[in-house]
């Protein structure tokens, strides 16, 4: 079936480096690749979201890649902030159906 | 970016009671509409997709006849809890999907239902 791999359940860094975030699917091949910011008790913010033959997309401090042969999306946050801390997660539609398929998220905490 | 609001932001019922949580796409059409729950510490269960103007369809093991949804425009979808009881208390979030691909997909803040 398909399925949405984020590896990390939790990754705590220190203030001012970059957080790097993995997703990784198989058993389909999604069109795009959409990335949300949730913090508790609210609901999931859209971030990003990354066609299949886009290499990279960036906005402000966030950098999303999307590699077809590892199968694999990377979300990057450079010069992170504590204000950055919250859960991330990866999602996307493929081969035809109708919804979102999620990753678990990423708990990104980070240190001053 | 696109917003969706979702109100109730927060209800407490008394069991046996029906809950009536309304979503708005406020600065876009959506013809697909999503209703979500999330337990503490889960990622989101989609519960039902619904689209404008016809019938939704339920996820496997989502009673239709105890979640109600009803999406009567491209702006407005509701669901009804009904006959609540308090292991239906959770987090409802609804989303909105707008009609040009690549149809980037927004979440509303959410619904906290207590049932007690």
């Known amino acids: 079936s398909q399925k949405i791999e984020q590896n990390s359940e939790a990754l705590n860094i220190q203030e001012g480096k970059t957080a790097t975030l993995t997703c990784n699917y198989t058993?389909?091949?999604?069109?795009?690749l959409q990335w949300y910011r949730q913090d508790p008790g609210r609901g999931p913010v859209f971030l990003l979201l990354?066609?299949?033959?886009?290499k990279e997309k960036r906005k402000e401090r966030l950098k999303v890649t999307f590699d077809t042969t590892l199968k694999q999306s990377l979300f990057h946050i450079t010069a992170s902030q504590p204000a950055d801390s919250a859960t991330y997660l990866c999602?996307?539609?493929?081969?035809?159906?109708?919804?979102?398929?999620f990753g678990a998220g990423t708990r990104l905490a980070v240190h001053p | 970016g696109a917003v969706v609001s979702q109100h109730p932001s927060w209800v407490i019922c008394k069991s046996g009671t029906s809950v009536k949580i309304e979503c708005r796409s406020l600065?876009?059409?959506?013809?697909?509409m999503f209703w979500y729950r999330q337990f503490p510490k889960q990622s989101l269960m989609l519960m039902a997709t619904?689209?404008?103007?016809?019938?939704?369809?339920?996820e496997q093991g989502v009673e239709k006849d105890k979640f109600l949804i009803n999406h009567a425009s491209l702006t407005l979808s509701t669901l009804t809890v009904t006959s609540a009881h308090p292991e239906d208390s959770s987090f409802y979030i609804c989303?909105?999907?707008?009609?040009?691909?690549?149809?980037?997909?927004?979440f509303g803040p959410g619904t906290r239902l207590t049932v007690t």
């Open positions: 600065d876009f059409q959506a013809t697909t």
């Open positions: 619904s689209n404008e103007g016809s019938k939704a369809t339920y």
């Open positions: 990354i066609r299949e033959n886009e």
């Open positions: 999602a996307s539609r493929g081969g035809g159906y109708n919804k979102l398929i």
């Open positions: 058993n389909y091949s999604p069109a795009y």
């Open positions: 989303s909105a999907r707008g009609l040009v691909e690549p149809m980037e997909q927004y």
